[in-house]
């Protein structure tokens, strides 16, 4: 079983910047593809960052070069960095581990989510 417990989040005004983080409770990043993923209010849960086994990133189109999605290996933790955030960007932000190896398969884990509140 993997635990997946994010922290950061908050309000920030227009324009400003935010750290998300989600530590894992093991070293899963060699078995499992990593993504956040936001939920406005009122809508349904959509993908915003991607990171692969190898460490390559895509992004939403909505998110494109404000977003950064990282993850650090030793620390067993990934990021997502979110600069010149917008009133849209509100919600709560989840990340989640997906298993891509043999082992691993099937395998689905959600960190508990994040508020994000973006506004003046």
């Known amino acids: 079983q993997v635990q997946l417990v994010q922290s950061g989040g908050g309000l920030v005004l227009p324009g400003g910047s935010l750290r998300l983080s989600c530590a894992a409770s093991g070293s899963i990043f060699g078995e499992y593809a990593v993504a956040w993923y936001h939920q406005a209010p009122g809508k349904q849960r959509e993908l915003v960052a991607a990171v692969t086994l190898g460490g390559s990133t895509n992004y939403a189109d909505t998110v494109k070069g404000r977003f950064t999605a990282s993850k650090n290996n030793a620390k067993d933790t990934v990021y997502l960095q979110m600069n010149n955030l917008k009133p849209e960007d509100t919600g709560v932000y989840y990340c989640?581990?997906?298993?891509?190896?043999?082992?691993?398969?099937?395998?689905?884990?959600w960190g508990q989510g994040t508020q994000v509140t973006v506004s003046s």
């Open positions: 989640n581990a997906r298993g891509v190896t043999i082992r691993t398969h099937g395998d689905d884990y």
